[in-house]
């Protein structure tokens, strides 16, 4: 349901955009900053990103869905690290960028009426007691395991310089860690 609500948005604003350049004096241009070069996921607000959240705002419409209810602590929704030991890490971040090594990097459509945040899980193979060793308590004799990450596809909105319209992106993202049988002994 919330991803139509996000689609029918999208459209409303694709409707509303009328002009195909920016307006004269702003500049769009963006950097991406030093440490997210190549990262993916950017939660550092780059330089240059004031004129593009103005021009995000000038185009978006003023009364939209509440997508607040996007992003929410959803801790208790990821299983118990002690059950099959593979101890994981939960971050929950606003996104600015995605930078995956092309020439240029997708801008994440970031303001006060559409936070979008994405939040990812990772593997903590730093706290596991028995190496990359998962499952331990159940005695699985002949196989060995490990802790794998997990992804799922999770669409946001993205600004698209060169048509100058906000559209719809998907993305995968890590979301649980868990045990994996991987070959026998």
Known sequence: MKTFGLFLLVVQISFMTTSNGTPMGVNLDIEVPEECKGQGFCSVRPRGYDAIEEKLNSILPQHIIDLHTRSSDL???YPDDVADNCPSTITTQS???YD???DEADIIVQTKLIPQQIT????????MGNGDQCFMKMALNGVKTSCREQ????TLLVYDRRIDKIRMKSY???VCCSCHI???L
């Open 120 to 127: 990812e899980v990772k593997c903590d193979r730093q706290q």
């Open 75 to 77: 801790s208790d929704f």
């Open 182 to 184: 991987t070959t026998d």
């Open 100 to 102: 995956h090594d092309s």
């Open 172 to 174: 995968n993202i890590s």
């Open 95 to 97: 996104v600015y960028m």
């Open 151 to 154: 992804m799922a596809e999770r």
